[in-house]
């Protein structure tokens, strides 16, 4: 490098450029991401849901169209035709793809903490993040399917079956009474690993009580969530964990 000085991204090879690309694709999505984190911060949940929603229908069209132009693909509406193209069994193979590709993401960062500062902080840290994560995906989906105000128990079944895990996961639901649902994760992908390699279950009942409690109050605000088992608790050989959502009466 210090043969060959880089003053200007001009100077970079072709590899170098494309390296460079995929590191500024990382830098938007770490970007978008904190702009959401310090308006959350400054200004509560709700004004940095209603944020977001603008910025979504402002800057995603942006984004596409230029890339449209550079790339030299068309579009259709609001959608990139290459994505079309794939048809449906296509898209469902991408969209297995980048679930695979979020949990491992996920894992990734838990190791990359644990293996720094060990186990406490990377579940501590793991809490934390799923206690902001699972009420942006029940946004998120809350959007996508156009859910009211209080969709109830039957929304939040609907939600569950949007989620990321739902597509690399197993799981199931029991409609105990007209007021509770019983949800069970029958497969999980990373306790299934530990087990093909012999180990113990991993511990995941405190993350897992904030993500389902959270996701299921962002779905409805009147819903209530009960563990019913979580490892380290032990269970049934058809599911990991089962969790119980109520209807709080108003």
């Known amino acids: 490098m210090a043969d060959n000085p880089l003053n200007r991204i001009e100077d970079l090879d072709d590899k170098q450029l494309a390296r460079l690309v995929l590191d500024v694709f990382h830098r938007i999505s770490m970007h978008h991401g904190l702009w959401f984190t310090e308006v ?52 469902l193979k991408l969209l297995d793809g980048v679930a695979a590709n979020w949990l491992a993401n996920d894992g990734v960062w838990f190791q990359a903490v644990e293996f720094e500062s060990g186990m406490i902080d990377a579940k501590r840290c793991n809490d934390s993040c799923w206690a902001q994560f699972a009420p942006l995906e029940a946004w998120s989906i809350r959007r996508l399917l156009e859910l009211p105000e209080y969709p109830g128990l039957a929304g939040l079944k609907q939600a569950l079956n949007f989620r990321l895990y739902a597509r690399i996961n197993s799981q199931t639901f029991i409609e105990e009474a007209p007021n509770q649902l019983v949800f069970q994760m029958n497969e999980c992908r990373v306790q299934s690993a530990r087990k093909r390699k012999n180990l113990d279950d991993y511990p995941c009942k405190s993350g897992g009580t904030v993500e389902y409690t959270y996701f299921a109050r962002t779905i409805d605000p009147r819903i209530r969530t009960e563990c019913i088992g979580c490892p380290p608790d032990q269970h049934p050989q058809d599911w990991y964990c089962a969790w119980r959502f109520r209807v709080e009466s108003e």
């Open 40 to 91: 959350r911060h400054q200004m509560g949940l709700e004004k940095a849901h209603a944020a977001l929603q603008t910025v979504l229908e402002k800057s995603l069209p942006i984004q596409l169209q230029r890339l449209a132009k550079i790339l030299g693909f068309q579009m259709h509406g609001d959608l990139p035709a290459p994505l079309l193209a794939l048809g449906r069994e296509g898209l």
